[in-house]
């Protein structure tokens, strides 16, 4: 039995659509509201208090006597905005109910128990339809029971901790299959279904021949990502109708495209009518895929003509790549976006130090594959296969992961069956630039000073445009041991162009618990005192220091009159 207890309208009203829902389950408790959850405490399994928490802590406090016996208990806000399981999370079963109010009143349930400490994904929240025991396999995933996942079709998921086998399931598939017990299944939108109509076609028709040939497929309704046919019939009524009834949208070809695909059916009437040999089966394959029903057509009833025919193909699962990047250390200088992509890719590919800067974010069941330095092209290769084979990767790099990192050597690899989402960071020259003062003001450059996989001549080349253009130049990569001579040339390079009292900003690790910098001048640099941590930013002929911070102006008639032109 579930005691409920409210003190407010907005809680009684919360409290009734529980009770509603549930009326073989829940017993409301009415009165004074210390005297309802004192009682409820005794007689109830569980509570669900629509009550502020520190209410409930100080009322349930003076009753507790352990896990083991202690009711499960959960409370939800005035808003009914949260569902928080409070006490006897795992024996008490508040987690689960959390979950399963949270689902009924459309609340959060919030778990603070180790195992989902970094949150599970709901299995109602991935976007697909489930179907089966949704709240039983959601406990044990909360619980951290052994959970397997059956992928028959592969489709990025993010991640789930799941083990080999155990004795709940997650099943992701499109075939028409009934959820077992202790199972959930996933529908991916895996299936096309090709349709071809003559005009007027009615919708019974179009609806009749899809779900019969789905059903004798052996295949599930829910798992129709569209319906495909040729640019003539986009506005053809039965089949917007029949879109409409599956919930899908009505996707459309032109015949040249559709004509060019190959099919095992073609035929000489849509040739005739529209344009191309085959509508259903052409655009069901346009997206290439598995034919698994070939053309069939509508059977009617008064033995006329059929007129619709349509083709169901499973596509082929698109993987994800994101290229996250990280930003230069600091956790408030990692976006949002970046966190919502690390939580939703189940395979997780960087350096290992990137790695561990964000291992608390990662869902529990991440798979991660680091490597150490070097290992570049290698990381890029892995995240790359990882996403062809369906999975949603993301694919991590400090700062920004297109400034000399890892976003080119991946998409160099990568194919066009995969989707590709970017996610700019915050790179070293501008986290850098926020410590110096205003070093960034006008035109600038970034220049690696890195020889490894670029010639020296080429970078001097660049060096010497950068010091005639009278460019702001940052450089990446300064000096490493191994490689100490070309920040002092390429300084060298800058001091022909600029007075020697040119300001030159040193920052060492920016943004980390360990940064530090330094403004010093083109003639003051100690090339000793940088490493690979840091960067070095020369300014302009007009850059100057001013209370301390480098501050390039925006135009260079201040410069000259001191005045801002605003
Ligand atoms: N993708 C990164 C750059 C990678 S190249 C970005 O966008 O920032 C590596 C070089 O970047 C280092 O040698 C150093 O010069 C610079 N760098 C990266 N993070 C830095 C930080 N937090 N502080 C100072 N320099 C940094």
């Given amino acids: 039995?579930?005691?409920?207890?409210?003190?407010?309208?907005?809680?009684?009203?919360?409290?009734?659509?529980?009770?509603a829902a549930w009326p073989e389950r829940t017993r409301v408790y009415e009165g004074h509201v210390g005297d309802a959850v004192r009682a409820a405490f005794a007689e109830c399994?569980?509570?669900?208090?629509?009550?502020?928490?520190?209410?409930?802590?100080?009322?349930?406090?003076?009753?507790?006597?352990?896990?083991?016996?202690?009711?499960?208990?959960v409370c939800v806000d005035e808003a009914g905005r949260f569902a928080v399981s409070l006490?006897?999370?795992?024996?008490?079963?508040?987690?689960?109910?959390?979950?399963?109010?949270?689902?009924?009143?459309?609340?959060?349930?919030?778990?603070?128990?180790?195992?989902?400490?970094?949150?599970?994904?709901?299995?109602?929240?991935?976007?697909?339809?489930?179907?089966?025991?949704?709240?039983?396999?959601?406990?044990?995933?909360?619980?951290?029971?052994?959970?397997?996942?059956?992928?028959?079709?592969?489709?990025?998921?993010?991640?789930?901790?799941?083990?080999?086998?155990?004795?709940?399931?997650?099943?992701?598939?499109?075939?028409?299959?009934?959820?077992?017990?202790?199972?959930?299944?996933?529908?991916?939108?895996?299936?096309?279904?090709?349709?071809?109509?003559?005009?007027?076609?009615?919708?019974e028709e179009v609806l009749g021949l899809v779900e019969g040939a789905l059903r004798d497929a052996g295949l599930s309704v829910r798992s129709?990502?569209?319906?495909?046919?040729?640019?003539?019939?986009?506005?053809?009524?039965?089949?917007?109708?029949?879109?409409?009834?599956?919930?899908?949208?009505?996707?459309?070809?032109?015949a040249g495209e559709l004509a060019a695909v190959d099919v095992p059916n073609p035929s000489?009437?849509?040739?005739?009518?529209?344009?191309?040999?085959?509508?259903?089966?052409?655009?069901a394959l346009v997206g290439g895929g598995e034919l698994l029903v070939p053309k069939r057509k509508s059977e009617r009833a008064d033995g006329q003509p059929a007129m619709a025919t349509c083709a169901v193909v499973r596509r082929p699962g698109r993987g994800r790549l994101a290229v996250v990047g990280l930003g230069p250390g600091a956790r408030d200088l990692l976006t949002p976006r970046a966190k919502a992509e690390l939580r939703r890719a189940s395979v997780l590919v960087g350096l290992d130090q990137y790695v561990d800067q964000i291992r608390d974010l990662l869902r529990p069941g991440t798979r991660i594959l680091q490597s150490g330095l070097g290992a570049e092209e290698e990381r890029a290769r892995t995240a790359v296969a990882e996403a062809r084979r369906g999975h949603a990767v993301?694919?991590?790099?400090?700062?920004?992961?297109?400034?000399?990192?890892?976003?080119?050597?991946?998409?160099?690899?990568?194919?066009?069956?995969?989707?590709?989402?970017?996610?700019?960071?915050?790179?070293?020259?501008?986290?850098a630039g926020a410590v110096l003062g205003a070093p960034l003001g006008h035109d600038h450059v970034s220049i690696s000073l890195s020889d490894l996989?670029?010639?020296?001549?080429?970078?001097?080349?660049?060096?010497?445009?950068?010091?005639?253009?009278?460019?702001?130049?940052?450089?990446?990569?300064?000096?490493?041991?191994?490689?100490?001579?070309?920040?002092?040339e390429a300084l060298a390079i800058l001091a022909g162009h600029r007075e020697p009292t040119t300001p030159v900003g040193v920052v060492r690790n920016a943004s980390r618990p360990d940064e530090s910098s330094r403004l010093t001048t083109l003639a003051g640099l100690d090339p000793a005192t940088v490493d690979m941590m840091t960067v070095v930013t020369v300014g302009n002929t007009a850059t100057r220091e001013i209370a301390g911070r480098m501050v390039t102006p925006r135009g260079y008639r201040w410069q000259e009159t001191r005045e801002d032109p605003k």
């Fill in 453 to 488: 996989h670029t010639p020296w001549e080429v970078i001097e080349r660049r060096v010497r445009a950068a010091a005639e253009a009278d460019l702001v130049v940052t450089f990446y990569n300064p000096r490493s041991r191994g490689r100490d001579w070309q920040l002092p």
């Fill in 87 to 203: 006490v006897g999370g795992h024996g008490g079963g508040a987690n689960e109910l959390a979950v399963a109010v949270g689902e009924l009143l459309g609340a959060e349930p919030v778990v603070t128990t180790a195992t989902d400490a970094v949150g599970l994904p709901g299995l109602d929240t991935l976007g697909l339809p489930v179907e089966g025991d949704v709240a039983g396999v959601s406990r044990a995933l909360l619980d951290g029971e052994p959970v397997a996942l059956d992928r028959e079709v592969p489709w990025p998921l993010p991640p789930l901790p799941v083990a080999a086998r155990g004795p709940y399931t997650v099943r992701v598939t499109d075939r028409a299959v009934e959820p077992g017990e202790r199972e959930v299944v996933l529908r991916p939108p895996s299936l096309v279904v090709g349709v071809g109509a003559s005009g007027g076609v009615p919708v």
């Fill in 268 to 283: 000489a009437a849509p040739l005739a009518a529209v344009g191309t040999p085959s509508v259903a089966e052409a655009a």
């Fill in 45 to 73: 399994e569980q509570l669900v208090c629509f009550l502020a928490t520190g209410a409930v802590v100080r009322l349930i406090a003076p009753l507790l006597g352990g896990k083991a016996s202690d009711p499960g208990v």
């Fill in 1 to 19: 039995m579930i005691g409920l207890i409210s003190a407010t309208a907005a809680g009684a009203a919360a409290r009734d659509r529980l009770a």
């Fill in 394 to 431: 993301a694919l991590i790099g400090s700062g920004d992961a297109g400034v000399y990192a890892m976003a080119s050597p991946a998409l160099a690899e990568a194919s066009d069956d995969i989707d590709v989402v970017g996610v700019p960071g915050v790179t070293a020259a501008l986290a």
């Fill in 224 to 254: 129709v990502s569209c319906l495909a046919t040729v640019d003539a019939k986009a506005g053809e009524p039965g089949l917007v109708a029949a879109a409409g009834r599956l919930g899908v949208p009505l996707v459309t070809y032109s």
